[in-house]
């Protein structure tokens, strides 16, 4: 997955004169970033297991049927504050 700041690494060390150093740490930083994005794709793994598991009570269900609505509204009002923060100019959250 390209990252900019992966990039901005390799560049300021290529600048500096020490490329190996930006080599290692980009590396780093891809590890790092691999890592983190398959502990969160195994916890919603996970998490859907026990969702569908916890199906059998009521009000879960209800709560699993509802939950990407929620998260999306969620999502979409978020979106919206920030859109309006960086509009307005204000520091955000």
């Not at 740490?25 to 859907?48: K, S």
């Not at 598991?53 to 920030?82: E, K």
């Amino acid at each position: 997955m390209p990252s900019i700041n992966a990039l901005i690494i390799l560049l300021a060390s290529l600048a500096t004169g020490r490329p190996l150093l930006g080599l290692v740490l980009v590396v780093a930083f891809g590890i790092g970033m691999a890592v983190v994005l398959g502990g969160v794709g195994l916890g919603l793994v996970y998490a859907t297991r026990w969702v569908e598991g916890s199906a059998r009570v009521p009000s879960m269900a209800r709560l699993a049927a509802w939950a990407p609505a929620i998260a999306s509204v969620a999502i979409l009002v978020l979106g919206a504050y920030l859109t309006g923060q960086a509009i307005a100019g204000t520091p955000t959250l």
